[in-house]
């Protein structure tokens, strides 16, 4: 059974074709820049040289036509038709409070999903034209919606909901949602395997472009930092994270801004890029300081001390802590930040080999902390097309 899976963002497009048989990617891709000048479609066959296009692309529908010519053609493809293609899973940013798990897409849930846009604004048009444009494209062919949000919906309400007036929540659905689903989920499982055991206390540190953190008992989510959006919690690439909302008012005063610049200031120009003013990626922002630029430091300094925040807060709201995790780009990649997290948990019962932590190999599970560590540390690089993939098989 061959299975899709196809990630869209605002403007953006990324792919996997997944052999389940062994779980085994067969092709990978991503376009970019969809509805500007030229778009740029970069599609790897496993094995093989990356093959890239220039294309101008009005919308996604168009980037999926192109998609589905380069999955079948006589020098890049991996299928002689699309008809090998058994069902797509579509990861969907916002399930509201409709769904806890992924779902068949059926004309019902597909209104459910259009209802839902104003949660994610940018994301969930671009979602539902995916999953309308394949419909079009494999008209017989079943398509799941794996959710962003679903892993975190077993959150306690005392632990979703904000403190304001009760109705507003009840009208509009406002409370926290959680993202970055489909990796927490992951790593979540691939920690249970190495604790050998699924009754245990886990904190999950998903550290990438957009960052996370997750608590987690028994497997299942009591807490995560990102809220209604992916804007609150840590601090990120281009996002400020926590902020007190009063500054919104403030900061709009003093630089004329309506509330629509102002946050475009929050998700685009702030985090690691508005402290630095250098760049939103981890690996330059660490060169600069590195070389001396003393904000890309601060950069370093305030990214650590906020991931600790959070894990000192998470193992209090879990009462205990037997395991971290870190995954995503960041965690997977950056010795040095986790070296600045971790230095400063001794208190917490965190002991680390720092070998197996400046050293650790890349794409595999690997536990850094020492045989008598209280606290279990563990690097896992995620894998959220695969859960896509796996959670689409199960439902058909
Ligand atoms: P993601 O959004 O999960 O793809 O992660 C992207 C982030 O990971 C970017 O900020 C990259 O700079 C960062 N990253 C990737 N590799 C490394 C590395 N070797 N060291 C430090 N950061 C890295």
């Known amino acids: 059974m061959k299975i899709l899976v196809v990630n869209a963002g605002s403007s953006s497009l990324k792919y996997q074709l997944i052999d389940m048989e062994d779980e085994k990617c067969l092709c990978s891709g991503g376009v970019d820049c969809i509805g500007q000048q030229t778009s740029t479609i970069e599609h790897k066959v496993s094995g093989k040289e990356e093959h890239t296009e220039k294309h101008h692309f009005e919308n996604h529908t168009e980037a999926l036509k192109i998609v589905f010519g380069l999955l079948t053609d006589a020098n890049f493809g991996v299928v002689k038709s699309i008809d090998e293609i058994s069902a797509v899973g579509h990861r969907v940013l916002h399930s509201g409070e409709d769904f806890d798990r992924s779902i068949l897409i059926t004309p019902e849930n597909l209104a459910i999903l259009k209802k839902n846009i104003p949660l994610g604004p940018l994301h969930m048009p671009a979602n539902i034209a995916c999953v309308e444009s394949c419909q079009s494209l494999l008209p017989n062919v079943p398509m799941v919606a794996v959710f962003d949000t679903a892993f975190h ?86 996002r400020s994270g926590d902020i007190d909302p009063a500054c919104l008012e403030f900061l709009m005063d003093k630089k004329g801004m309506d509330i629509h610049q102002m946050l475009n200031y929050l998700n685009k120009k702030s985090g690691f890029l508005g402290i630095s003013g250098v760049s939103s990626d981890a690996r330059a922002v660490t060169k600069a300081a590195e070389e001396g630029n003393e904000r890309a430091q601060l950069v370093l300094e305030m990214t650590t001390y906020r991931i600790r925040k959070y894990i000192g807060a998470y193992a209090a709201a879990l009462q205990g802590v037997d395991c971290i995790v870190f995954t995503g780009g960041i965690g997977e990649n950056s010795f040095d930040t986790r070296r600045r997290v971790l230095e400063k948990l001794e208190w917490l019962g965190v002991k680390i080999d720092w070998d197996k932590n400046n050293n650790c190999p890349r794409r595999k599970n690997v536990e850094i902390s020492t045989p008598d560590s209280k606290v279990k540390v563990f690097v896992i690089p995620t894998n959220e097309e695969l859960v896509i993939a796996r959670e689409t098989k199960d439902l058909i």
């Open 153 to 238: 919906m077993t959150m306690p309400k005392h632990a979703y909901m904000y403190a304001i007036p009760y109705e507003d929540y009840e009208e509009f659905k406002v409370r926290r949602y959680g993202f970055h689903g489909t990796s927490h989920k992951y790593v979540t499982g691939e920690a249970i395997k190495m604790m050998g055991t699924s009754n245990c206390k886990i904190i999950n540190c998903h550290l990438g472009n957009g960052s996370s953190i997750s608590a987690v008992k028994d497997g299942k989510c009591q807490d995560t930092s990102m809220g209604l959006t992916p804007l609150e919690g840590l601090m990120m690439g281009t």
